[in-house]
């Protein structure tokens, strides 16, 4: 019940879409992805007053402080700063300074499926 489509062949619908070359499916395979920056160095504390971090629950997103009584982050991060906002942290829970969120609102136009507008304050 499969065919081939150019590189690719298509499989029943119980199945997954392969590649019919080594490199493709190397590159379709899933990555590991290193939490590492290359040439990177750690900030200091301080460094970046304006950078703030979710508290990590339920889930840990970032945001920039463009007021001192307001945040700007991504949309798909709603929900994630429910638990508080660490603020000027260079490690989670460390040397910044915590605050409750009042509110996250997302741009009204924004679209989960298709990232337009992904941005809240």
């Known amino acids: 019940d499969s065919h081939t489509t ?8 119980n199945e ?3 590649a019919e070359s080594p490199a493709l499916d190397a590159l ?5 992805i290193e939490s ?8 200091t504390a301080g460094q970046f007053p304006f950078y703030a971090s979710s508290s ?10 463009i007021r001192p009584d307001l945040l700007l982050s991504a949309a ?6 429910t638990g ?4 000027g942290s260079t490690r989670l829970g460390q040397n910044g300074v915590f605050r409750s969120v009042a509110a996250q609102i997302p741009h009204p136009l924004y679209n ?5 507008y992904d941005y809240m304050i």
Do not use: M, N
Not at 56 to 65: I, T, V
């Open 6 to 13: 150019g590189s690719f062949t298509e499989l029943g619908s």
């Open 16 to 18: 997954t879409l392969r």
């Open 28 to 32: 379709l395979a899933p990555q590991v």
């Open 36 to 43: 590492k920056i290359v040439g990177g160095e750690d900030a």
């Open 56 to 65: 990590g629950r339920p889930s840990l997103c970032g945001a920039s402080l």
């Open 76 to 81: 798909h991060c709603e929900g994630a700063f």
């Open 84 to 87: 508080g906002v660490f603020i």
């Open 112 to 116: 989960a499926r298709t990232i337009a």
